[in-house]
């Protein structure tokens, strides 16, 4: 039995490891023990906790959230009813004012010019003259006494005026064979609706609130009103309307909110 | 060489559908609740009552949301596959039924005596009965409320059962509530009796064919 000497590995280094980048950074070496690597593992996940890491925000668990998303916008679509009607309420339960709700606080709201404003339209629409105001004031109207219902849990009952919207559509020549209709805010703010749901008989421009004219904070001199989507899908203060088969992400669905946001 | 098989089919305590479906769903209902706890934050039904941030799943609103839409497509495809299976299997008319007062009482005074038995895996008590089929009406109810808050229109029918919206997020809230003492109940009990929570992993005891259960020795 004749005894070898290691191979030394490929790998291995010729000559021995330089001690002397130990020797240079003794304080440093010496600091680190185990109730400083300890304290410093404590305060990592403090700060995980501070900043409320969390598993949904990973890429892969929003690619999965977001696929169910998606899947249950179709789900929605399919078992939409486009000639049901949500339940109505008489005037005396309409809460007044309406509740306000945007992205950003009442005081920052900023008030149209009824004078100045028009109201685009765009995509697949006939004609696509911008409506004034005063002219879109003279369309006939159409009264739903509703409930909104917000995402987070509270609702209200509200009265809403205004052009009724598939009239409208029809009016400018829109394709109502067309996939969405794309509302942009003066507030930066986009929604999007399907076609089924801007067809629906309680699918308004609402005007006015109660009888009056809308107040700045609910979205003057135009706004969407549908009985058949949540709080967010109602865009205030719209400056133009667009026809189109082009899906696109709106404000909040963007960030992970549900899209279709059927009730 | 033949060796004569038995014609008694061996079977476990917890047949493997059983035992898959009950942790698909033990995890469905941890999603649930922990995402339900987010969206409730949002809009408080008890004004003392918030879910810490620590305890409820997703940092933001939609976060909560989209946890919660996709929890329910496994808590009800789960939940009718389990209900199913305990129908057309017999399960549930072998293991739940018949429950009769007189036994409730029995199983009540034996607690209140320290004297219950819980040696024998195979057989539920009157209490175990009563709190297992409640929990399955809860798991319906919670369903149906459920759907109602989620398509008040286009379910306008059945939304007009619970009243209003707001009562139907009551009834949404209480079933939670429920389904919450039920767990803290059936994980104290699974622990204090830790074979019970080893047969729903391995199957437990094997049960004879037969309708009436009996450990094989």
């Given at each position: 039995?004749?005894i070898?000497?290691?191979?030394?590995?490929l790998?291995?280094?010729?000559?021995?490891i330089?001690?002397?980048?130990?020797?240079?950074?003794?304080?440093?070496?010496?600091?680190?023990?185990?109730?400083n690597?300890?304290?410093?593992?404590?305060?990592l996940?403090?700060?995980?906790l501070?900043?409320?890491?969390?598993?949904?925000?990973d890429?892969?668990?929003q690619?999965?959230?977001?696929?169910?998303s998606?899947?249950?916008?179709?789900?929605q679509?399919?078992?939409?009813?486009?000639h049901?009607?949500?339940?109505?309420?008489s005037?005396?339960?309409?809460?007044?004012?309406?509740?306000?709700?945007?992205?950003?606080?009442?005081?920052?709201?900023?008030?149209?010019?009824?004078?100045?404003?028009?109201?685009?339209?765009?995509?697949?629409?006939?004609?696509?003259?911008?409506?004034?105001?005063?002219?879109?004031?003279?369309?006939?109207e159409?009264?739903?006494i509703?409930?909104?219902?917000?995402?987070?849990?509270?609702?209200?009952?509200?009265?809403?005026?205004?052009?009724?919207?598939?009239?409208?559509?029809?009016?400018?020549?829109?394709?109502?064979?067309?996939?969405?209709?794309?509302?942009?805010?003066?507030?930066?703010?986009t929604?999007?609706?399907?076609?089924?749901?801007?067809?629906?008989?309680?699918?308004?421009?609402?005007?006015?609130?109660?009888?009056?004219?809308?107040?700045?904070?609910?979205?003057?001199p135009?706004?969407?009103?549908?009985?058949?989507?949540?709080?967010?899908?109602?865009?205030?203060?719209?400056?133009?309307?667009?026809?189109?088969?082009d899906?696109?992400?709106?404000f909040?669905?963007?960030?992970g909110?549900?899209?279709?946001?059927?009730? | 060489?033949?060796?004569?098989?038995?014609?008694?089919?061996?079977?476990?305590?917890?047949?493997?559908?059983?035992?898959v479906?009950?942790?698909?769903?033990?995890?469905?209902?941890?999603?649930?609740?922990?995402?339900?706890?987010?969206?409730?934050?949002d809009d408080?039904?008890?004004?003392?009552?918030?879910f810490?941030?620590?305890?409820?799943?997703?940092?933001?609103?939609?976060?909560?949301l989209q946890?919660?839409?996709?929890?329910?497509?496994i808590?009800?495809l789960?939940g009718?596959?389990?209900?199913?299976?305990?129908?057309?299997?017999?399960?549930?008319?072998?293991?739940?039924?018949?429950?009769?007062?007189r036994?409730?009482?029995?199983?009540?005074?034996?607690?209140?005596?320290?004297?219950?038995?819980?040696?024998d895996l195979?057989?539920?008590?009157?209490v175990?009965?009563?709190?297992?089929?409640?929990?399955?009406?809860?798991?319906?109810?919670?369903?149906?409320s459920?759907?109602?808050?989620?398509?008040?229109?286009?379910?306008?029918e059945l939304?007009?059962?619970f009243?209003?919206f707001?009562?139907?997020?009551?009834?949404h809230?209480?079933?939670?509530?429920?389904?919450?003492?039920?767990?803290?109940?059936?994980?104290s009990?699974?622990?204090?009796?830790?074979?019970?929570?080893v047969?729903?992993v391995?199957?437990?005891p094997?049960?004879?064919d037969?309708?009436?259960?009996?450990?094989?020795?």
């Amino acid at each position: 039995m004749s005894i070898r000497t290691r191979t030394p590995s490929l790998f291995r280094p010729r000559k021995s490891i330089d001690q002397g980048v130990l020797t240079r950074n003794r304080a440093l070496v010496d600091g680190i023990n185990r109730r400083n690597v300890l304290r410093g593992a404590v305060s990592l996940g403090a700060l995980s906790l501070l900043t409320g890491c969390d598993v949904s925000e990973d890429d892969s668990v929003q690619k999965v959230l977001r696929a169910v998303s998606a899947w249950n916008d179709r789900v929605q679509a399919a078992i939409f009813r486009p000639h049901h009607l949500a339940p109505t309420y008489s005037a005396s339960q309409v809460v007044k004012p309406p509740r306000f709700n945007a992205y950003y606080d009442i005081e920052e709201v900023k008030p149209i010019d009824g004078a100045t404003w028009k109201l685009e339209l765009a995509g697949r629409i006939d004609s696509k003259q911008p409506w004034t105001a005063h002219q879109i004031y003279q369309l006939p109207e159409q009264e739903i006494i509703i409930k909104h219902i917000c995402v987070e849990g509270w609702d209200y009952i509200g009265q809403w005026s205004g052009p009724n919207l598939r009239d409208f559509l029809q009016r400018v020549g829109a394709d109502l064979t067309a996939k969405y209709v794309y509302f942009i805010c003066n507030d930066d703010y986009t929604e999007s609706i399907d076609m089924a749901t801007a067809l629906h008989p309680q699918t308004i421009l609402a005007t006015k609130y109660a009888g009056a004219v809308l107040a700045d904070p609910f979205g003057y001199p135009l706004r969407l009103r549908t009985s058949t989507k949540l709080g967010y899908k109602n865009a205030k203060w719209i400056k133009a309307i667009e026809v189109t088969n082009d899906f696109r992400e709106t404000f909040w669905s963007k960030q992970g909110f549900n899209w279709f946001a059927g009730i | 060489m033949s060796a004569v098989k038995s014609t008694h089919h061996e079977r476990r305590l917890h047949p493997l559908p059983v035992r898959v479906m009950h942790w698909i769903n033990a995890v469905a209902i941890f999603i649930m609740i922990g995402s339900g706890w987010k969206i409730y934050n949002d809009d408080v039904i008890l004004g003392w009552l918030h879910f810490p941030d620590s305890i409820v799943i997703g940092k933001w609103a939609q976060y909560g949301l989209q946890w919660h839409f996709f929890g329910m497509w496994i808590f009800v495809l789960n939940g009718v596959a389990y209900l199913s299976y305990g129908i057309a299997t017999g399960r549930f008319r072998q293991k739940l039924f018949p429950v009769s007062i007189r036994d409730i009482l029995a199983t009540v005074n034996d607690a209140l005596h320290f004297r219950l038995a819980h040696d024998d895996l195979t057989h539920y008590n009157a209490v175990q009965k009563i709190l297992y089929l409640g929990v399955m009406a809860v798991g319906v109810l919670i369903v149906i409320s459920g759907l109602a808050l989620w398509k008040p229109v286009q379910f306008s029918e059945l939304a007009a059962l619970f009243g209003s919206f707001q009562a139907t997020r009551v009834v949404h809230f209480l079933c939670m509530a429920a389904i919450v003492g039920f767990l803290l109940v059936h994980i104290s009990l699974a622990l204090l009796v830790p074979q019970s929570l080893v047969a729903m992993v391995t199957g437990g005891p094997v049960v004879d064919d037969g309708a009436a259960p009996e450990i094989k020795r």
